[in-house]
């Protein structure tokens, strides 16, 4: 800091007094005061003033210098509000204090973005595990078809089989980019989406088409009973109902079945999704929708992952849906999506 900006920054204070002086001096002289004495005086305040003066500059050269040393010398200069020297200046307290409530801030934004990263690049490391699967069972199917039947009689069947087999296996690959790839969308769904008027049969037809495969392979039977329209993104949507799909089959009972129906209401339109698989254990229905929690069921299946009901509720909650869950544990499991309903629609 130097002298000439510690003036400047006074010269407020200077200016009061001197014009504080002037008025003491010319009241003084009003008075009958002797002209020395007034003169006396002057010299003492003028005194007193620079002697203030210089030990104010020494002593805040001293904190500043020390500051910008510590600021230089750390590695983490958002720690800066507690690193600085103690003052008893009022105003350096101050600061200080925001430049904490302001470092905390910073603090806890970084941390919550290196906790997503780790997250993110844990999950990533997982679905490069499991996407491993899929992709060797693809090879070893090749490999054995390589391996020409006897008659042709019995090689139609059996390539139509590995067709068949390589067709899941490929379909399980697509299952676990969408995921990924929708999951790194999930932060910024509003640049992603259109929301417009959606059947929701079209959409349960066209996700149930997809995992026809899977369905078929598990011997479930799905029952749809939907005709009502609601305004969403259908795309996004597919992408939830599939997931919801998913989970219905991963822990399905024997005779399996999927029920897809909606009921209208007041202010909503609640489709469900009814399964009578294996349900839920009630300690682990608070916990479904939070982020690579697998529950009891989860653990008995190598390759839960705890992404699928998170993720949906993350879009869910992104297209103004709400995603509820009930279930029985033996018994089966509900999932209803309820869809807003607006008295007001613009139509672009």
Same mark, same amino acid.
């Given at each position: ?5 510690? &003036? ?30 007034? *003169?006396? !005086? ?31 010398? $750390? ?62 069972? !693809? ?9 020409? *039947?006897?008659?042709? &009689? ?11 087999? &390589? ?5 399980? /690959? ?45 011997? /479930? ?35 399996? !079945? /999927? ?12 489709? $469900? ?14 916990? !479904? ?14 390759? *839960? ?15 103004? /849906? ?15 999506? *309820? ?10």
């Amino acid at each position: 800091m130097k002298p000439s900006a510690f &003036i400047r920054d006074k010269c407020l204070l200077l200016l009061l007094h001197f014009v504080c002086m002037s008025i003491l001096s010319a009241f003084l002289h009003i008075t009958g005061y002797p002209d020395a004495n007034i *003169a006396l !005086i002057r010299i003492f305040w003028l005194i007193i003033l620079g002697a203030w003066l210089l030990f104010t500059f020494l002593q805040r050269r001293k904190f500043f210098r020390e500051a910008f040393r510590i600021l230089e010398n $750390t590695n983490e200069r958002f720690l800066l509000g507690e690193l600085l020297p103690d003052s008893f200046y009022l105003e350096d307290k101050l600061y200080r204090e925001m430049l904490r409530l302001s470092n905390k801030s910073v603090i806890e934004k970084i941390r919550l973005l290196e906790d997503a990263q780790k997250e993110y690049r844990e999950y990533l490391e997982s679905w490069v595990h499991e996407i491993k699967t899929p992709v060797s069972v !693809i090879d070893l199917l090749c490999e054995n078809a390589k391996t020409p *039947a006897k008659d042709s &009689i019995t090689a139609l069947p059996s390539i139509k089989e590995t067709l068949r087999s &390589i067709r899941l296996e490929n379909r399980k /690959i697509e299952n676990s980019v969408d995921l990924v790839l929708y999951h790194a969308r999930s932060e910024e769904v509003y640049k992603d989406y259109l929301i417009r008027e959606t059947d929701l049969q079209e959409a349960l037809y066209e996700a149930l088409e997809k995992e026809h495969l899977l369905l078929i392979q598990n011997h /479930i039977r799905a029952e749809v009973s939907c005709h009502e329209k609601v305004y969403t993104d259908k795309k996004w949507i597919v992408f939830i109902i599939n997931q919801l799909i998913l989970n219905s089959v991963k822990y399905r009972s024997q005779a399996p !079945i /999927i029920r897809f129906y909606t009921k209208k209401q007041k202010d909503t339109i609640v489709l $469900t999704i009814e399964d009578n698989g294996t349900g839920i254990l009630p300690e682990d229905l608070p916990r !479904i929708f939070e982020k690579g929690f697998t529950g009891s069921n989860g653990r008995n299946h190598e390759k *839960a992952t705890g992404m699928g009901l998170y993720l949906c509720k993350k879009l869910c909650d992104r297209l103004g /849906i709400t995603l509820a869950v009930q279930s029985e544990y033996g018994e089966g499991t509900k999932i209803l999506l *309820a869809f807003p309903v607006s008295s007001y629609i613009v139509r672009v």
